[in-house]
Nanobody, 125 residues
Framework: QVQLVESGGGSVHPGGSLRLSCTVS????????VAWFRQNPEKGREAVAA????????SYANDVRGRFTISQDKPTNTVHLQMEDLKPEDTAVYYC??????????????????WGPGTQITVSS
């Protein structure tokens, strides 16, 4: 059974930093792409960043580019999201998602087959 487990959520002041991690537990196949999404009541679910396992190509949403960094640690099957200069509008539940086949659009939630339970990030003063 596939499991995605997020960790690293919490509360931080504006300008602060947090690091999220997503560990993919799957022994019979290899993920092709892992993405981070976030969801809040105002904006709904939106894509944040994604990394492709083999090409290591990375994509970012415009409003996080330059502040967030996604990376992968293949030996531990973990994808990290380092978040710097956090803003109140970054407050949301963050989810990691995995796609097991090639294709699809990195920013489309429906193109991912496996999801983690989510972790809350709150940015406030």
């Amino acid at each position: 059974q596939v499991q995605l487990v997020e960790s690293g959520g919490g509360s931080v002041h504006p300008g602060g930093s947090l690091r999220l991690s997503c560990t993919v537990s799957e022994s019979t196949r290899t993920w092709r792409r892992v993405a981070w999404f976030r969801q809040n009541p105002e904006k709904g679910r939106e894509a944040v960043a994604a990394v492709f396992r083999t090409t290591q190509h990375i994509s970012y949403a415009n409003d996080v580019r330059g502040r967030f960094t996604i990376s992968q640690d293949k030996p531990t099957n973990t994808v990290h999201l380092q978040m710097e200069d956090l803003k109140p509008e970054d407050t949301a539940v963050y989810y990691c998602a995995a796609r097991w086949s090639y294709g699809g659009l990195w920013s489309t939630p429906g193109d991912y087959e496996s999801w983690g339970p989510g972790t809350q990030i709150t940015v406030s003063s």
